[in-house]
């Protein structure tokens, strides 16, 4: 793939409702990140991953927030029971290695919950 | 506490301008700073970082750690450079990024 791709481009659910947003990143890159964009503010760290493991997740805002990468590349963000606040783009990136090298970002999904 | 701070939310300059866009940090231990842009319809991407110390698309910035701050600069501005632009920080060696709220810059014909 030319580069980080994530599916749906565009989510509405209906508050209370579960979603699921997938990200392949490029091929070969073992960290991947997802960050959560509310509208007109910069993206904010949710959750890194290097390889399958789940290093950080600090940035995850409740329980209801989950995201896993079993085999070291296609990671998914599951969402429980969504809130209107949960409405925001998700913005997943991958990079080479852990440390000194470029993130490169996926177009994002953009949840919209009613 | 670890923070980017953009103060200006929208920045418009004509043409042949020069520009500087305004980044603030706070933050305890040795941080990387990086600039990204967006482009309209496109992804988030990586304009420049402190350590390169490079010019690219003719924006520069330098870190100030006495002042906190990486400004943006070029010294004229070209209408292909309306974006919105972000500053960023990472602890070095680190992989967790801060991002500033962003300053969407408008530059007139």
């Known amino acids: 793939g030319a580069g980080v791709s994530q599916s749906p481009r565009y989510k509405v659910a209906k508050r209370g409702q579960d979603v699921a947003l997938r990200c392949d990143p490029i091929?070969?890159?073992?960290?991947l990140f997802w960050y959560q964009q509310a509208l007109g503010q910069g993206p904010e760290f949710l959750t890194y991953f290097q390889n399958e493991a789940q290093l950080d997740k600090s940035g995850l805002p409740s329980d209801r927030f989950f995201a896993e990468r079993p085999e070291g590349s296609v990671s998914t963000l599951k969402i429980q029971r969504t809130q209107q606040e949960d409405s925001a783009v998700y913005l997943c990136?991958?990079?080479?290695?852990?440390?000194?090298?470029?993130?490169?970002f996926g177009q994002g999904t953009r949840l919209t919950v009613v | 506490a670890q923070r980017v701070t953009q103060p200006e939310k929208l920045l418009s300059v004509f043409k042949g301008a020069p520009v500087e866009l305004k980044c603030n940090y706070s933050y305890s231990g040795s941080p990387e700073l990086f600039w990204y842009v967006q482009y309209s319809r496109q992804r988030l991407q990586l304009l420049l970082r402190?350590?390169s110390r490079e010019s690219i698309k003719g924006f520069t910035a330098d870190l100030n750690k006495g002042e906190t701050s990486f400004h943006l600069k070029k010294p004229f501005a070209q209408e292909e450079d309306s974006a919105m632009y972000y500053c960023a920080l990472r602890n070095t060696g680190g992989f967790k990024t801060i991002f500033g709220a962003g300053t969407r810059l408008f530059v007139k014909a």
């Open positions: 402190h350590i």
């Open positions: 091929s070969g890159h073992v960290s």
């Open positions: 990136a991958s990079s080479l290695e852990h440390g000194n090298t470029e993130a490169f």
